[in-house]
């Protein structure tokens, strides 16, 4: 017996509905709100029309990390296996070749212009995926407004290098990139106190309450970590009233540190993330040396499936 008009009607309004459950999973997951890996086969389905997400790692000349060895372990069939990382230096990237990546990745980038920061805050609010690695961002290019001060009292308006001036015409612009990480940062750590050359234990990776966020699920609780003063990290703090940083993993360094601009206190954020989604993290540690120096393949593995939705 053949079907009818109304089995007909049935179908197509069935199949409508099920159109539209996938449109808004999609946006969901684009949006970061669903992680595709919650629902089973769905990460293959997403891939499958979207293409396999496209990654840019966009660095400098120098600072913390390791962009030829980040390359090398996303790619890297056994583990990762990410089909698509470009590796591109600051001084080729434009908002246009930016629109081209689900993420973004910013290491050994130390010195970067307001106009490169100012990028990088407009790539996230047009809602694409950033991390942000230890020192990245912290020097300003040699053409830019060093300081801005009170002419009245002669101070310094602006503390953390992440936030930038620029002057105009008419105008002084001010550029808040730390209100995008959530975070002010310090220095480098073995800057403020004596590193060795060989991988010394420097304290213990305490994970956010739960474990259960996305860029640490299913680390191990209590694992050392390592470093050495050529394998660095940042340093970076809190802000006390911040409601864009959620602290992921931390530094617990079992007692008071102190370092050359005083104390740096008995733990420190080794991720973050901030913004709508989280579609922002911080790295203070570079992934790769989690791997290198830690042998934590977990974290990276964790970075590329957690920032992509999966």
């Known amino acids: 017996m053949g079907l009818n008009m109304d089995n007909y009607d049935m179908v197509f309004k069935g199949l409508g509905i099920i159109v539209l459950i996938l449109v808004i999973l999609f946006i969901a997951t684009w949006g970061g709100i669903v992680k595709c890996g919650s629902i089973p086969y769905f990460c293959d389905v997403y891939d499958y029309v979207l293409g396999s997400p496209r990654i840019a790692i966009i660095h400098g000349d120098e600072g913390l990390g390791n962009p030829e060895k980040l390359r090398e372990v996303l790619l890297s069939p056994d583990q990762i296996n990410a089909k698509a990382v470009d590796l591109m230096h600051i001084d080729r990237v434009s908002a246009g070749n930016l629109k081209n990546y689900r993420l973004v990745i910013?290491?050994?980038?130390?010195?970067?212009?307001?106009?490169?920061?100012?990028?990088?805050?407009?790539?996230?609010?047009?809602?694409?995926?950033?991390?942000?690695?230890?020192?990245?961002?912290?020097?300003k290019s040699s053409d830019e407004l060093q300081d801005l001060t009170d002419m009245n009292s002669l101070k310094t308006l602006a503390t953390n290098p992440w936030v930038r001036f620029k002057e105009t015409e008419t105008e002084y612009l001010q550029l808040n990139f730390d209100e995008v990480l959530g975070l002010k940062y310090v220095g480098n750590y073995c800057d403020e106190v004596i590193c060795t050359s060989a991988p010394f234990t420097v304290g213990v990776l305490k994970t956010e309450p739960t474990g259960n966020h996305p860029l640490i699920f299913g680390l191990s609780a209590a694992l050392n970590l390592k470093i050495s003063n050529?394998?660095?990290?940042?340093?970076?703090?809190?802000?006390?009233?911040?409601?864009?940083?959620n602290i992921v993993l931390t530094l617990d360094f079992k007692g008071n540190i102190n370092?050359?601009?005083?104390?740096?206190?008995?733990?420190?954020?080794?991720?973050?993330?901030?913004?709508?989604?989280?579609r922002v993290a911080y790295y203070?540690?570079?992934?790769?040396?989690?791997?290198?120096?830690?042998?934590?393949w977990n974290v990276v593995k964790r970075m590329y499936y957690g920032m992509l939705g999966k």
């Open 106 to 139: 910013v290491e050994k980038a130390r010195v970067l212009s307001f106009d490169h920061l100012q990028m990088f805050k407009e790539f996230v609010e047009k809602g694409g995926r950033l991390i942000w690695i230890g020192d990245a961002g912290v020097d």
């Open 284 to 296: 203070a540690y570079p992934p790769e040396y989690f791997i290198e120096d830690n042998n934590y």
């Open 230 to 245: 050529d394998k660095d990290f940042a340093v970076v703090k809190q802000f006390p009233n911040s409601s864009n940083s």
């Open 259 to 278: 370092g050359k601009s005083g104390s740096l206190g008995k733990s420190l954020p080794l991720i973050a993330t901030s913004g709508t989604g989280e």
